[in-house]
C-alpha cells in the first residue's frame, strides 16, 4: 500500500485561503505546491511567491514547494 493516497481539489476563492482552510478540513501531512516567478518578482531575486509565501507562513503542517 501507497505511504500517502494524493488528491486534488478544486476550490473558488483566494487561493492562500482555500489552501489552508482545506488543510485543516481535511488534516493533511502535506501541501506541495509549485511556484514559479511572476514578471514583477523576476526584478527582484528577494520579492516573495505571495501565495506560497502565506501558505508556509501560515500552514500547520510542513509545506513543500517546487520551483518550476
Known amino acids: ?3 500517502c493516497i494524493p488528491q486534488c481539489v ?3 476563492e483566494h487561493p492562500a485561503e482555500a489552501i489552508l482552510r482545506e488543510s485543516k478540513e481535511r488534516a493533511v501531512d502535506l501541501i506541495v505546491m509549485s511556484v ?3 514578471r514583477a518578482s ?5 520579492l516573495p511567491w ?3 509565501s502565506e501558505v508556509v507562513s501560515q500552514a500547520t ?6 520551483r518550476v
Open 61 to 66: 503542517c510542513p509545506v513543500l514547494t517546487i
Open 1 to 3: 500500500r501507497d505511504w
Open 42 to 46: 523576476m526584478l527582484s531575486t528577494h
Open 50 to 52: 505571495p501565495v506560497a
Open 10 to 12: 478544486i476550490r473558488w
Open 36 to 38: 514559479h516567478k511572476s
